[in-house]
């Protein structure tokens, strides 16, 4: 390799530029090389359409990839939520981080608690899978609430609550964390009530198929048990044949006993936006030794919940 300046391709949002960021500083720790960051504006950061109306959050990495074959970047950097689950031949996934919080949180008024909102509360998500397991979660307990479907920044999200036009907004633990604003977090929400997006808090380091000293380099940041648990998740989500935007939460974490892990986990939703259906299971298998076998249980679960009649429940499919 070069001494040359690297160039890392990334969205132009504040998040983006924040975990764009912080790759850059790693990846210049290991490689020994400067890298520059290289603003690229995708689709889904111009339309003012609901993500599910344009394709889901793949939108945001085309434009990404397409610099990535054109060679106007060395490598770019993606919310691994967002990748679709195919992955073009022409390009590999270098490194996949130690993940971040997964889950999902609530920013209310009044510094809330998700069960302390009044009733009628006004929730705001742009995310189906969101929608479909906060409903279900009211139903199910007898809250009276209504999601609102919603786009922007963190920082628009946010205002509608200051603003007073929402009682609340759902956004993601790791984002907030990246961007410093983690104190303005009133509740996480336990996995229990919902599943994040497979791959959710996890970044994916992408380059080109045919820069080897690169992708060996970069390789240097990626954490072996999350890109196996990211690996199971996306199995299941590419099982299914749900687009980015279908609403699945997925999350797969190890079991130990005592000090010795014993097995992994995965646990899988699909629901309508409503929260009138859902189907939610898991299974557990031996910790992977290969990324085989954590696709392998993500297909697992992705068989045992289309038997139990999950394909109806998905309103976006994988073009």
Known sequence: MSDRTLRLGTRRS??????????????????GR?????????????SR??????????????????????????????????????????????????????RDVIVARDALKFTDLPRGARIGTGSPRRMAQLNAY?????????????????????RYVHDGELDAVVLAAAGLSRIGRIDEVTDFL?????????????????????HADLIAALGELDDPFTRAAVTAERSLLAALEAGCSAPVGALADLLADGQIVKEMRLRGVVGTTDGVRTVQLSTTGPVPETYDQATA???????????????????????
């Open 297 to 319: 249980l993500g297909r697992e679960l992705a068989a045992e919940m289309l038997a139990q009649g999950a394909a109806g429940l998905m309103g976006e499919r994988a073009q």
């Open 49 to 102: 359409e609901h993500l599910a109306q344009i394709g889901g959050t793949g939108v945001f990495v085309t434009a990404l990839r397409d610099a990535l074959l054109r060679g106007e970047v060395d490598f770019a950097v993606h919310s691994l939520k967002d990748l679709p689950t195919a992955q073009p031949e022409d390009l590999v996934l270098a490194a996949v981080p130690e993940r971040e919080d997964p």
């Open 138 to 158: 009211a139903r199910g307990h007898g809250l009276d609430m209504e999601t609102v479907p919603i786009r922007g920044n963190v920082d628009t999200r946010i």
């Open 14 to 31: 504040r998040l983006a530029m924040a975990q764009s960021g912080q790759v850059a500083e790693a990846v210049s720790r290991v490689t």
């Open 34 to 46: 400067p890298v520059e960051l290289v603003e690229i504006t995708t689709y889904g950061d111009t």
């Open 190 to 210: 336990s996995i229990d009530t919902v599943l994040p997006a497979p791959g959710q808090g996890a970044l994916a380091i992408e380059c080109a198929a045919d």
